[in-house]
T-cell receptor, first 115, second 115 residues
Framework: DTGVSQNPRHKITKRGQNVTFRCDPI?????LYWYRQTLGQGPEFLTY????????KSRLLSDRFSAERPKGSFSTLEIQRTEQGDSAMYLC?????????????FGPGTRLTVL | AQTVTQSQPEMSVQEAETVTLSCTYD???????LFWYKQPPSRQMILVIR??????QNATENRFSVNFQKAAKSFSLKISDSQLGDAAMYFC????????????FGTGTRLKVLA
């Protein structure tokens, strides 16, 4: 197992276009998180899944954003009608919840640039 | 709501010297976890060290140690015998003891190691 992977690593798009990112978590990890990191800021929570169920969404996740995790494996994050303010690094993390402690393992991120 | 503050945007340290990165947080909860994550340039975040709030003993991992002051809500990271490979962004993060397990990150401190 090589860890959390994300594709693509970089995406450049024009304003108004739709984009989709993919995250492949570590095998057997039952929780998957999406964070957004803008320049000069720390990552901010967007949403998370427990297996295939999306259990929480941040207010940062506008109606243009949608995330799925079919069959509790990989996850996709789609942004519709992109805006320049969506330009950021999108990070995925996964964890195996056992008891109260579970370490989140992060992927390398997808850097989105909206022109 | 919980918040995490890192007041040092950038720090420099000479190779082999010791440096301390500061972090303060705000929470009304008594049980929680605190973390330091390292984010090298263009690479994924990795966990450096974690501290359980119910443990009075400060966590230590090789050259990395923390000074956890629960009453003061302070959580600093000390890096001893700094190495060139320590150069990175360092993020302090808070996580509730139970619930979503989402992380709340500070804005980060960029550490430069001078040869």
């Amino acid at each position: 197992d090589t860890g959390v992977s994300q594709n693509p690593r970089h995406k450049i798009t024009k304003r108004g276009q739709n984009v989709t990112f993919r995250c492949d978590p570590i095998s057997e990890h039952n929780r998957l998180y999406w964070y957004r990191q803008t320049l000069g800021q720390g990552p901010e929570f967007l949403t998370y899944f427990q297996n295939e169920a999306q259990l929480e969404k941040s207010r940062l996740l506008s109606d243009r954003f949608s995330a799925e995790r079919p069959k509790g494996s990989f996850s996709t994050l789609e942004i519709q009608r992109t805006e320049q303010g969506d330009s950021a690094m999108y990070l995925c993390a996964s964890s195996l919840v056992i008891g109260s402690y579970n370490e989140q393992f992060f992927g390398p991120g997808t850097r989105l640039t909206v022109l | 709501a919980q918040t995490v503050t890192q007041s040092q945007p950038e720090m420099s340290v000479q190779e082999a010297e010791t440096v301390t990165l500061s972090c303060t947080y705000d929470t009304s909860e008594s049980d929680y976890y605190l973390f330091w994550y390292k984010q090298p340039p263009s690479r994924q975040m990795i966990l450096v060290i974690r501290q359980e709030a119910y443990k009075q003993q400060n966590a230590t991992e090789n050259r990395f140690s923390v000074n956890f002051q629960k009453a003061a809500k302070s959580f600093s990271l000390k890096i001893s015998d700094s190495q060139l490979g320590d150069a990175a962004m360092y993020f302090c993060a808070y996580r509730r003891f139970s619930g979503t397990y989402k992380y709340i990150f500070g804005t980060g401190t960029r550490l430069k190691v001078l040869a």
